[in-house]
């Protein structure tokens, strides 16, 4: 049946690919490349529960005249959770597309736009798919190569070429060290087979293992947005039409994702020094805590979002790096603990961050601006993409009973687990990730207290946030499937836990789903439910109760008073847009308190009236904050490649006698080296 619903998942791709470049119209045009997506998609679903719940894998293959290249596929219970997670997000993106593309209407061909989308979807469920490692790198490039193209769909603006450009190398020098990661694989197997990889005839050196999960660390890393490596993230995100920028933060970067568990847990046997589980839970708290503190100095709703994205990446790796050091010292129960922790937060990551990503979209096609402080009183012109996005926006802040609070409480809960490992520096350092982690939830809350606060409440602060409309019912379907998930992520653990148990068994050697759930799963423990215990039905409906039960004691104790109504007072003055509290001044005390890593730079020019000096004329006022990374980091490696460059212009003198004795040399010292 597995090989029956691939099959008609390739198929609705290809014709999804193929449909739409062979007519003119529009409205075919959209409908064959989103319906066909769509479609696509809910086979996705069912064949990703089906190799979820399938007890043998699904392996295919076709060889092929290029030498170590063939054309494997194998369906095990890792790839298809993450086929399910791509499915879910592409359904409600392609739903969404096929109104929201309507913005493009006469400045990009439709038909090539939903082309490009069905085989971005194909390559990374291919990706997720591919059984051999020439192949694996193929189709990574293919899905680097059509997001770069879908990146600069409005390539007319210089600032989404430069987007492009920066992610098409960020993307190229992550693929690079993948291509060693392998290499190294292939160098002790001598196949690109995965099954080679992870069944060699003798282990891998220990200098060669190690070099392995760094090459490994780093070109998966780059994809993620791993911090440093996360610099593309806030160029190429806003750049992108939306629901491309949905399918890349939701479920691109989790590609990444998979091919380090892949790697680590899978070729390399889950056996490794405690040390590289703690690189990962420093890169990941790193990563969390910097990513929402630039999110939070962020105007621009797409960037913000960009950096969340960081945010969340790094939360996922805390529960894997957990569960790596775990796995280290032979407490399995615990490692499938962080690892089922880690993809919890990666699958309900991709549910609600496509969902503000798809939100975000909804208020550019309504008001035709990303910043925030020309946004305001949204949620009376668009109530359901308000309320859409407060689902989303209550989900990432990781507040009780939603799906973020649910897997950040497991990973809370394997780092805190750390009291059973033999070693008292990580007693102490898992704990010191937690309170990392605290601070970052808290982070995360105030900048989607502003978020939300400054876009869809108070009054429009411009005329096109006045004059804003709901959007399409095809983009509300989108955001709403994605809601509903989020909910059903959130409140029903029991279903979920289950199936992540069988990813995580094979790969750390136990399962815990009968340990994680308990009284028929209505409650949720890490491993045993001495250590602490949590049930979001019943919060949910304690949440619920309690609401209900202060609307009852407030009409009780209010029967017989007369409601009075009085406008907002405003010293005396008309209230005015101007007066309302801006996201600049929202996220002042933060960089205040935060100004060693913001490094804040404040510029104020005053023009007074020539009366008196008392009086000003004219006023402007910039606050930038440094983007240490780039200026640190990135602009110095730049400076030198550009300035050898330049030197190395004198072997290019444009002499054709010069070029043949190039010619000669080499020839001459490829000569002797084969003697």
């Known amino acids: 049946m597995m090989t029956a619903l691939l099959s008609v998942l390739l198929v609705w791709y290809l014709l999804g690919g193929l449909l739409p470049l062979c007519t003119t119209r529009p409205h075919l045009q959209n409908l064959f490349a989103h319906g066909c997506a769509a479609a696509a998609g809910v086979v996705g679903i069912v064949l990703g529960v089906a190799g979820l719940l399938s007890t043998a894998p699904l392996t295919l293959s076709l060889a092929s005249n290029i030498p170590h290249l063939i054309f494997a596929i194998r369906l095990d219970p890792l790839a298809a959770f993450f086929v399910l997670t791509i499915s879910l997000v592409g359904v409600a993106a392609s739903i969404y597309a096929s109104g929201y593309v309507k913005e493009f209407s006469g400045r990009v061909s439709v038909g090539l736009l939903g082309s490009l989308l069905n085989g971005f979807l194909l390559s990374m469920t291919l990706v997720v798919l591919a059984d051999n490692g020439f192949f694996f790198l193929i189709l990574w490039e293919v899905m680097s190569l059509l997001s770069y193209v879908l990146v600069v769909t409005e390539h007319e603006k210089p600032g989404v070429r430069e987007a492009g450009l920066f992610y098409l190398i960020m993307t190229h020098v992550g ?236 990973v809370f809960q394997s780092l805190f687990l750390s009291f059973q490992l033999p070693t008292l520096f990580l007693k102490l350092m898992l704990p010191i990730a937690a309170a990392m982690l605290a601070l970052t939830g808290a982070l995360a809350l105030a900048c989607f207290a502003k978020a939300f606060g400054i876009s869809f409440l108070a009054q429009p602060r411009s005329t096109h946030a006045r004059h804003a409309k709901e959007v399409p019912r095809s983009m509300l379907a989108g955001m709403g499937f994605l809601a509903g998930l989020c909910v059903v992520l959130g409140l029903a653990p029991m279903l979920v836990v289950p199936l992540l148990d069988r990813v995580t068994a094979p790969l750390t050697g136990a399962a815990i789903s009968s340990q994680v759930l308990a009284l028929d799963g209505w409650v949720v423990a890490p491993v045993t439910v001495e250590f602490s215990s949590i049930s979001t039905p019943v919060l949910a409906m304690l949440m619920v109760g309690a609401g209900a039960l202060g609307l009852l004691m407030a009409r009780l104790c209010g029967k017989g008073l007369r409601a009075r109504y009085y406008k907002t007072w405003g010293c005396g003055l008309n209230l005015t847009p101007r007066m309302e509290y801006t996201a600049t001044g929202f996220a002042q005390p933060i960089k205040q308190v935060f100004e060693t890593i913001y490094q804040p730079t404040v510029k104020l020019e005053q023009e007074f009236l020539e009366q008196s000096k008392y009086f000003i004329k004219h006023q402007r006022f910039e606050s930038h904050i440094e983007p240490v990374f780039e200026k640190y980091l990135y602009q110095p490696v730049v400076a030198l490649m550009l300035a050898t460059a330049d030197r190395l212009r004198i072997i290019q003198a444009g002499s054709l006698h010069l070029y043949l004795t190039y010619i000669f040399v080499t020839l001459v010292l490829l000569l002797l080296w084969a003697g």
């Open 175 to 410: 693929t690079a060290f993948i291509i060693i990661t392998f290499l190294i694989f292939f160098q002790e197997t001598g196949a690109f087979s995965f099954e080679a990889f992870r069944h060699p005839d003798q282990q891998l050196p220990e200098g060669l293992r190690s070099i392995a999960f760094f090459t490994a660390l780093i070109g998966f890393g780059a994809k993620a947005g791993i911090v440093p490596l996360h610099v593309w993230l806030p160029y190429a995100h806003p750049a992108a039409p939306s629901h491309i920028s949905a399918l890349m933060s939701g479920v691109m970067i989790k590609t990444a994702i998979y091919g380090l568990i892949r790697v680590y847990f899978d070729f390399m046997g889950g056996e490794f020094p405690w040390w590289w589980g703690f690189t990962l839970l420093v890169a990941g708290t790193v990563s969390a805590l910097l990513g929402v503190m630039y999110a939070l100095m962020e105007h621009d709703l797409k960037s913000l979002l960009a950096f969340h994205s960081v945010e969340n990446i790094g939360i996922i790796l805390l529960g894997i790096g957990a569960g790596m050091i775990f796995h280290t010292y032979g407490l399995h129960e615990l490692a499938a603990l962080g690892l089922l922790a880690g993809l919890y937060h990666t699958i309900n990551h991709a549910a609600f961050k496509a969902l503000l990503f798809l939100g975000a979209g909804a208020l550019q096609f309504a008001t035709h601006t990303r910043h925030l402080e020309e946004y305001g009183g949204l949620l009376r012109r668009m109530p359901w993409t308000g309320a859409f996005f407060l689902v989303g926006a209550v989900s990432i802040a990781a507040l009780p009973p939603t799906n973020g609070f649910v897997s950040e409480w497991l």
